[in-house]
């Protein structure tokens, strides 16, 4: 993620954080993605005390 938003253009020398509605897409999907791992791991190992 961070490379395709901060380091590819950096290197190209376009402007940083395109927030074109492609980058923006792509950023939501990873944000859930990860919410959602978040949440199943955290459902998979919480123990009772």
Known sequence: MLGGLVLVP???G??????D???L???????I?????TLAL???T???A
């Open 46 to 48: 919480r123990r009772e």
């Open 25 to 31: 897409m792509s950023l939501m999907g990873h944000a």
């Open 10 to 12: 950096a290197a190209l």
């Open 21 to 23: 509605q492609t980058a």
């Open 42 to 44: 955290h459902g998979l």
């Open 14 to 19: 376009m402007p940083l954080l395109p927030m």
């Open 33 to 37: 993605y990860g919410l959602v791992t």
